[in-house]
């Protein structure tokens, strides 16, 4: 992570054509997860997905990484190892998902409420999505990153929720971690100035209680350190002028889980 990528508008749209994929395994994910599977029955499933559309899993093997995909049910904030777990009524599932198409890698996240959750999760889901949005609107050219970390922190905090500090957001594209880190807190108007060019992978990390972390023995997987539930939301963003381009998609997503309600 030694330097900032700018990329071209020809690099944007391989990049935006690497999230189509990583958007689709998500969906794909939407339109069966249930009670009773196990969060390893998902990695095969986005495992088998993006490589049937021309991909590669982005997270296999990466620094080690032994799966496809990162699974973190409840407690768990980033980084769950698939596994026999079995998902439950009421939980909270995070599936984090990379994915590397034409040489471009691309990220993104989406916490799945499993059935009827109460109503704490509920509003943390919410919040956790409202503080992705509320970081995008201020990636735009001419800001600064302190300007997103500020608008997710706030947003959180005033929600009561804590903000996980020891995992952030970063550059994404020719490697899945570039320059800049884009932390989910910080002071308006401080920190690398954003310019058109930088794609900025935000993905807030929001815990229900406190934002205190424990990190496992597996070197991987990240809980909450009060056991509370967590979520995480990651798009993936083109600084512009004006408005930030979102090359990833939730809308494959919620049209799923929509009809999946009716």
Not at 18 to 44: D, H, K, R, W, Y
Not at 75 to 82: A, D, K, R, T, Y
Not at 167 to 173: A, Y
Not at 190 to 202: F, R
Request: proline share 3%.
């Amino acid at each position: 992570m030694s330097k900032i990528y700018y990329k071209s508008t020809e690099e944007i749209e391989l990049i935006r054509e690497s999230a189509v994929v990583l958007s689709g395994a998500l969906a794909e994910i939407a339109s069966v997860i249930a009670p009773g599977m196990t969060t390893m029955s998902l990695n095969n499933l986005g495992e088998t997905f993006i490589r049937d559309h021309g991909g590669v899993p982005a997270f296999l093997n990466y620094n080690g990484f032994p799966y496809a995909l990162c699974i973190s049910p409840n407690e768990q904030i980033v980084h769950g190892f698939p596994s026999d777990h079995v998902i439950q009524e009421g939980d909270l599932i995070s599936v984090d998902c990379g994915v590397i198409k034409n040489n471009y890698y691309s990220d993104s996240a989406y916490t799945f409420a499993i059935g009827e959750i109460d109503e704490e999760r509920q509003r943390l889901v919410d919040t956790t999505m409202q503080c992705l949005y509320a970081g995008i609107e201020k990636a735009v050219a001419g800001n600064r990153v302190g300007d997103v970390g500020y608008a997710i922190q706030k947003l959180a905090e005033d929600n009561g929720f804590g903000v996980v500090r020891e995992l952030v957001g970063h550059g994404v594209g020719i490697k899945l971690h570039e320059k800049p880190e884009v932390p989910n807190y910080g002071k308006r108007g401080a920190g690398i100035k954003l310019e058109e060019g930088m794609v900025l992978a935000i993905e807030p990390m929001i815990n229900a209680g406190s934002a205190g972390v424990k990190f496992w023995s597996d070197g991987w997987t990240v809980t909450t350190k009060d056991n509370r539930p967590s979520a995480h939301y990651e798009h993936m963003v083109a600084v512009k002028k004006g408005k930030a381009d979102v090359l990833s998609s939730f809308s494959q997503i919620e049209e799923v889980l929509k009809k999946k309600r009716e």
